[in-house]
């Protein structure tokens, strides 16, 4: 059996601007993954769309529909994500105790983190494992001339075997692969899904911006459909590191929960600001309409959203329609 481990990184430790850097790694059995990758693309081919997904590029809904299905599709496929969040203060401070330079820092912690996510997906294999039959685990990480420096991909390789003997398990990693994101529709995914989790964790929601109103709608509309936000829990998991050798796992609802209230709180402010507009002129046009709420352009899917939910057509509607 085969089994396949994607890594990704945000807010590198070593940028002094911010508070937080943040490493994921999801994984799954390589025949699941084949199959999320060939249904995104079927979603792709669908909607005539050949751009690459990255959160932080989403500054626009034009491409809403294709980021929207994208994560409807994954969220509801047999995946884990493990996302570690370092304070990049305490990580100097420990780093100062022992004499290390920033750059080391970043080395060892860039050994040592991907160790410890990956190390956290292998536990789930148990349910994976036959009798006498070895688990392969492949391992692709971002393309990144700072992991050849330091000989990330061996390193990474000796240490998970090393766990795998020490605890009896029956897995093994042969490879560790750096890809081209461009290319890798999984680093793509795990990229916009730690976007998600980065912009909740650090509540750039509440930014009076529209790119944060833009970005916003995206996840409220994805995590209402169905039964995604429990998935989004279930499938999730953050831990925290805090300078011990545990990691400390966090509820990641805590940050859910402000989420959709706030969300919750402005789509109504703006329903009823588009209400009594339409009220006072039942023949206003949308492009009429969305000038009058100063919204610009980059923000229409949004305006027809709270068009269709007032109408009882349903907010995502239009979104699931191929």
């Known amino acids: 059996m085969n089994y396949l481990i994607y890594f990704d990184e945000s807010n590198k430790i070593d940028q002094f601007n911010k508070e937080f850097s ?30 690459e997904l990255h959160f932080r590029e989403y500054t ?10 994208t994560l409807h599709t994954v969220i509801n496929e047999n ?56 688990i392969n685990v492949k391992i692709k990480i971002d393309q990144n001339d700072e992991y050849d420096k330091i000989d990330l991909n061996e390193k990474i390789i000796e240490q998970m ?6 605890r009896n398990k029956n897995y093994r990693v042969d490879k560790v692969i750096q890809q081209d994101s461009e290319k890798s529709l999984p680093l793509q995914i795990i990229d916009t899904f730690m976007g998600i989790v980065v912009f909740l964790l650090e509540k ?15 996840i409220y509309r994805f995590l209402i459909e169905q039964n995604n936000l429990a998935r989004f829990q279930e499938q999730i998991r953050l831990f925290n590191w ?13 940050h859910l929960s402000p989420f959709m209230v706030h969300k919750t709180s402005f789509d109504i402010q703006e329903m009823n600001k588009i209400q009594k507009i339409l009220l006072e002129n039942p ?4 492009k009429e309409l969305r000038e009058k709420l100063e919204y610009p352009n980059t923000m229409l899917r949004q305006l ?19």
């Open 283 to 286: 023949t206003i046009t949308t």
């Open 204 to 218: 750039t929601y509440l930014e009076n911006s529209d790119t944060s109103k833009i970005k916003s709608d995206l």
């Open 60 to 69: 626009k809904d034009t491409n809403i529909k294709k980021y929207f299905q």
């Open 79 to 134: 995946i884990r994500l493990n996302i570690l969040i370092v304070n990049n203060e305490d990580a100097f401070a420990s780093a100062n105790n022992i004499g290390l330079t920033t750059p080391e820092l970043r080395n060892l912690f860039y050994i040592k983190i991907p160790e410890r996510l990956f190390y956290g997906l292998t536990r789930d294999l148990s349910h994976l494992e036959h009798k006498g039959e070895l």
């Open 161 to 166: 075997n090393a766990h795998s003997a020490y």
């Open 242 to 254: 805090t300078g011990n050798e545990e990691l400390m796992q966090i509820n990641i609802a805590e």
């Open 22 to 51: 943040y490493y994921g790694a999801y994984g799954g059995a390589d025949k699941s993954l084949a199959l999320i990758v060939k249904k995104v693309n079927d979603v792709f081919k669908k909607l005539n769309s050949k751009s």
């Open 304 to 322: 027809l959203g709270y068009k269709d939910q007032i109408n009882n057509i349903g907010r995502n509607t239009f979104l699931l329609k191929n």
